[in-house]
């Protein structure tokens, strides 16, 4: 397998093993992505590694539907959709990576102002963190329009 396509190979494992809330390691990666440990190492030096290459690639994900929304309101709704599809993957984005300057960044973009960025990140952060942590409240999808037009 050519490097660039390894190293794909072994982070979409890792992702997958993350989204399956299993353990990340080199031999759980190596089986999931069907390559030798060996292979990891040449483009990985430690599972960290991997975990934070899983967390990048996850953003820009993010970062893509947050961006491809229409305004700010439809931006918070793609952040949260994102956190809902994905959840343990965004709790490895803002626990083991923690993007949160990144996230930050992201809705300076969508908003402009810095202070009402941060603001909008917050309250969103926050209501995705309780929701991954929390599963599938009925109330979610209630709150989250009204979280974000107060936030906006």
Excluded: K, N
Excluded at 108 to 134: K, S
């Amino acid at each position: 397998m050519s490097r660039p396509g390894c190293r794909q190979a072994i982070v979409t494992a890792a992702t997958a093993l993350v989204d399956r809330d299993r353990a990340v390691t080199l031999r759980a990666v190596s089986r999931e992505a069907d390559v030798p440990t060996s292979s990891i190492y040449q483009q990985f030096p430690d599972v960290p590694s991997i975990l934070l290459a899983v967390c990048h690639e996850a953003f820009r994900e993010l970062e893509a539907v947050v961006l491809g929304a229409p305004d700010a309101h439809a931006a918070g709704l793609a952040y949260l959709d994102f956190a809902v599809a994905h959840p343990r993957r965004y709790r490895v984005m803002f626990g083991a990576a923690d993007l949160s300057s990144q996230a930050l960044r992201l809705f300076t973009r969508v908003l402009a102002d810095p202070d009402r960025a941060m603001t909008f990140w917050l309250g969103l952060h926050g209501l995705a963190d309780q929701h991954t942590a929390i599963r599938r409240s009925s109330q979610f999808a209630v709150i989250a329009p009204r979280l974000i037009t107060s936030l906006i």
